[in-house]
């Protein structure tokens, strides 16, 4: 398993790179001056405004074709975390990812490399699923909210992976991918 980490360490890096290049910069807001206790207790505090909500456009034929090679369903994660990925039931083609307290609905994506990106709507998160694993990802703060999260089709790649590799017949993990694309067992989506 660790040769196919390390043969995979590229292709995650430049995805990772990607990502962050991807999220916004967000500017600093100048301090705002405190105002005075007497000034305070006159006026009234108001709710912070709503966030608007954001559109959902039509999914288009390569996010339906992203969409079906997802990997569905409960994934155990490092430090006995959990994610949980299921079709979207209000927009076609998308997912929703839940984890801990928050829920994204998100837009797959199939990359250059084979790996399918899970893009949050809000721009807030990424998922990335590769064969031997899924990461999830915070793109505005510059960080990994979970890795190591694996679901049952995964753990079933990666045992033919390790299962060929032991017979001598070890393919290289694009070859793997391809194969799970063309017989289209990525996908565990259910109705």
């Known amino acids: 398993m660790t040769t196919s980490l390390l043969r995979c360490a590229p292709v995650l890096a430049a995805l ?4 962050f290049a991807l999220a916004p ?4 807001e100048p301090a705002k001056p405190a105002k005075s206790a007497r000034a305070a207790g006159k006026t009234t505090r108001k709710a912070a405004p709503a966030p608007a909500p954001v559109v959902v456009a039509d999914a288009q034929p390569d ?10 369903g409960d994934y155990d994660c490092e430090f006995q ?18 984890f801990g307290k928050g829920t994204w609905l ?10 399918v ?25 510059g ?8 679901c049952p089709k995964q753990r079933e ?20 991918l391809e194969a799970s694309t063309a017989a289209g067992t990525g996908s565990t989506a259910t109705k």
């Open 16 to 19: 990772l790179v990607s990502a």
């Open 25 to 28: 910069a967000t500017a600093a």
């Open 63 to 72: 996010q339906v074709k992203a969409a079906e090679l997802v990997y569905y």
């Open 81 to 98: 975390q959990s994610v949980h990925i299921t079709q979207s039931p209000k927009h076609a083609a998308y997912v929703e990812v839940k």
């Open 106 to 115: 998100m837009k797959p994506v199939l990359s250059s490399t084979g790996a």
């Open 117 to 141: 990106r899970l893009e949050d709507v809000g721009g807030e998160t990424l998922m990335v699923q590769i064969a031997s694993k899924s990461m999830l990802l915070n793109v505005k703060q």
């Open 143 to 150: 960080k990994r909210l979970v890795d190591e999260c694996i």
């Open 157 to 176: 790649l990666v045992a033919e992976a390790k299962a060929a590799r032991a017979s001598g017949e070890a393919a290289p993990v694009k070859a793997m």
